[in-house]
């Protein structure tokens, strides 16, 4: 055993033999070698927004494909937040067209306007469990497929009782998404 000294710790060596040393020569440079292989670096790039794993040995980026799900999710993302204004906003406009053609009473107007709302508080209230139970990707579709199908019953409204019916699903669509479009659309 020899003892190196230096000016503040002392070191102890083990003389080796030479097979030793080949075996330790040779351990270290598989774990070097196994080491080299694991290590991996992320480079982001702001151009294309997209994360890109990249090995140091190897000089060809892998770049990892974004699922068709989540485009879907956030085209529906976008579309629910774009909606939820829009509907709340031009019903007004539509109310004009609407009183003429039904002959509505002022009560009837108003019930089609405010049921809306009236559903969408509701429902907001019961997303956060919806998305606790189904998840937020799920929820967000869910929402999404109850508004469109609210949007065909105003599409196809015959009476006053389908308009109300209509605006009444449109606000539980409003109402479940409101959580998760919000979420996904910043």
Do not use: H, W
Request: hydrophobic content about 45%; overall charge negative; aromatic content about 12%.
């Amino acid at each position: 055993m020899m003892i190196i000294s230096d000016s503040e710790e002392e070191f102890e060596l083990d003389t080796v033999s030479m097979s030793d040393e080949r075996t330790l020569l040779v351990n270290n440079a598989l774990e070097a070698d196994r080491l080299e292989k694991m290590e991996r670096r992320v480079q982001y790039t702001s151009e294309d927004d997209n994360v890109i794993m990249e090995s140091e040995s190897d000089s060809k980026p892998e770049t990892r494909r974004t699922p068709c799900f989540v485009y879907t999710l956030s085209f529906f993302s976008a579309i629910g937040g774009f909606l939820f204004g829009y509907d709340t906003g031009v019903v007004s406009g539509a109310m004009l067209l609407l009183k003429d053609y039904f002959n509505l009473l002022s009560l009837q107007e108003e019930i089609i306007v405010s049921v809306t709302i009236g559903f969408a508080f509701l429902f907001a209230l019961v997303g956060g469990f919806l998305n606790d139970f189904f998840g937020r990707k799920a929820t967000t579709l869910i929402a999404s497929v109850v508004f469109t199908a609210g949007a065909f019953v105003l599409a196809f409204a015959k009476n006053v009782a389908m308009l109300i019916i209509g605006r009444s699903i449109l606000g539980i669509g409003i109402g479940t998404g409101m959580l998760d479009v919000s979420r996904y659309s910043k």
